[in-house]
């Protein structure tokens, strides 16, 4: 989804990439759940 016309979506990738990449508080509950009997 590049678009090189579109320079503004690429700079905010990076941006949106960082917290998104981070697991979420939620997610890393539930993993515990999952790991432990």
Do not use: F, Y
Not at 32 to 37: L, M
């Amino acid at each position: 989804m590049t678009g090189p016309a579109r320079p503004e979506p690429s700079a905010v990738s990076p941006v949106a990439a960082g917290p998104a990449h981070l697991p979420h508080p939620h997610h890393i509950r539930i993993r515990i759940e999952e790991s432990q009997p």
